[in-house]
């Protein structure tokens, strides 16, 4: 049964460019969220997509984007990257969508984006 | 603003003691609260997820107890082995304000054998 997979597994990028990260969901789930985790701190939830489209944003400027498709894996986009932008990028994923609230989360191994 | 607390940020013991690790929260609004460990530079992996009408939970080695009320969660390591070394997050997921979940910063945790 594999579990979430996320690709690539390191990234170097300079500042300016744009950057596509890849998730595809643990089997059976259909609900995929994105996290950026920094050096030492906690996941800070970017956003969240389910039925191909994004139900819940948080803190972060448009730059970040995303997207899902009819199997369910998805992308996440950051276009002009900062130097801020470097960090651990995590996808989770869930069944059933944001209404089942009691749904534990499956997280991949992430994808480390450094930022020159 | 929910809030997530953890205490210590890190934590030292010799092999084979009893820990517990403390999160705490600031809005009681919640669906549930969940435990990961995360090893250095790797995902994070679910140890124990606990439902707001729940008070705790138990796997191995491991039990999560939560009081909503007071905004408390605890994770509880029986007889700690080195390979428990790594960082223990707690998350909550807020029941207000959409479905996204508000992460502690971790509690880096050392066994010593």
């Known amino acids: 049964d594999a579990g979430v997979t996320q690709s690539p597994t390191h990234l170097i990028k300079t500042r300016g460019q744009q950057v596509t990260l890849r998730c595809s969901p643990k089997s059976g789930h259909d609900t995929v969220s994105w996290y950026q985790q920094a050096l030492g701190q906690g996941p800070q939830f970017i956003f969240q997509y389910y039925e191909e489209e994004e139900r819940q944003r948080g803190n972060f400027p448009d730059r970040f984007s995303g997207h899902q498709f009819p199997n369910y894996s998805s992308e996440l986009n950051v276009n002009a990257l900062l130097l801020g932008d470097s960090a651990l990028y995590l996808c989770?994923?869930?069944?059933?969508?944001?209404?089942?609230?009691?749904?534990?989360?499956?997280f991949g191994d992430g994808t480390r984006l450094s930022i020159l | 603003k929910q809030e997530v607390t953890q205490i210590p940020a890190a934590l030292s013991v010799p092999e084979g003691e009893n820990l517990v690790l403390n999160c705490s929260f600031t809005?009681?609004?919640?669906?549930?609260l969940q435990w990961f460990r995360q090893d250095p530079g790797k995902g994070l992996t679910s140890l124990l997820l606990i439902q707001s009408s729940q008070r705790e939970q138990t796997s191995g080695r491991l039990n999560a107890s939560l009081d909503k009320s007071s905004g408390r969660s605890t994770l509880y390591i029986a007889a700690s082995q080195p390979g428990d070394s790594a960082t223990y997050l707690c998350a909550v997921r807020p029941n207000t304000g959409g479905f996204k979940t508000i992460f502690g910063a971790g509690t880096r945790l050392f066994v010593k054998a």
């Open positions: 989770a994923s869930s069944w059933g969508g944001p209404a089942r609230t009691n749904q534990p989360q499956h």
């Open positions: 809005d009681s609004a919640i669906y549930n």
